[in-house]
């Protein structure tokens, strides 16, 4: 089993929608997760953290966390082009030998389209 | 300020062949990674460092690969001898805390390799 887990897509949705993005991870143990986008040709970049149970917010961006069911979303609320990417989930490890390792999903392809 | 700075950006060379690739961390990190990204595996760790001691390199795929940092602004990454499957776009990263405690790892513009 894979650490993440992620849809690959391509998830495409109109301009102005909400777009869904989720994870899910197979350490119950960790404790810190996190969502990055990378543009095409570009290096990922941090855009939202989240550590515990609930919603996080910041600007469009939502980030939903379910320890229980360990699940991990992203919420894009009224998209736009600029948005199309690939949003990768990364989790951090918090035991053993892999203590502190973050753990990425392979990604998946968001196209927003005007 | 300069971010995380990779060399070269783009690597073409023959199967067989040494490849190394370079990374200077952002001033002040202690924690710096090396990732590999391919279409079909993702990004994977490869090594990673803290104060310039490697803490876990169960990602580096073979003896061919290895990674030095002999200092706090620099590391290699090396593979000898290349094959083609070693194509890749290699990123390094770096992060203040060890292991990346933050979680923000801020990566370089990565290495295109291709072996052929």
């Known amino acids: 089993q894979k650490e993440v887990e992620q849809n690959s897509g391509p998830l495409s949705v109109p301009e102005g929608a909400i777009a869904s993005l989720n994870c899910t991870y197979s350490?119950?143990?960790?404790?810190?997760f996190f969502w990055y986008r990378q543009y095409s040709g570009k290096s990922p970049e941090l855009i939202m953290s989240?550590?515990?149970?609930g919603d996080k917010e910041d600007g469009r961006f939502t980030a939903q966390l379910n320890k229980a069911s360990q699940y991990v979303s992203l919420l894009i609320r009224d998209s736009q082009p600029s948005d199309s990417a690939t949003y990768l989930c990364?989790?951090?490890?918090?035991?053993?030998?892999?203590?502190?390792?973050?753990?990425f999903g392979r990604g998946t392809q968001l196209t927003v389209w005007p | 300020d300069a971010g995380v700075i990779q060399s070269p950006r783009h690597e073409v060379t023959e199967m067989g062949q040494e490849v190394t690739l370079r990374c200077k961390p952002i001033?002040?990190?202690?924690?710096l990674f090396w990732y590999r990204q391919t279409m079909m595996r993702g990004l994977e760790l490869l090594i990673y460092?803290?104060?310039?001691?490697?803490?876990?390199d169960s990602g580096m795929p073979e003896d061919r690969f290895s990674a030095k940092m002999p200092n706090a602004s620099f590391s290699t990454l090396k593979i000898q001898p290349s094959e083609p499957r070693d194509s890749a776009v290699y990123f390094c990263?770096?992060?203040?805390?060890?292991?990346?405690?933050?979680?923000?790892?801020?990566f370089g513009e990565g290495s295109r390799l291709t072996v052929l």
């Open positions: 990364a989790v951090k490890q918090n035991r053993g030998s892999t203590l502190g390792r973050l753990y």
């Open positions: 350490d119950r143990g960790s404790q810190s």
């Open positions: 989240i550590y515990s149970n």
């Open positions: 990263a770096s992060s203040l805390g060890q292991g990346g405690s933050t979680g923000e790892l801020f």
């Open positions: 460092f803290n104060n310039n001691v490697p803490i876990d």
């Open positions: 001033s002040g990190h202690n924690s």
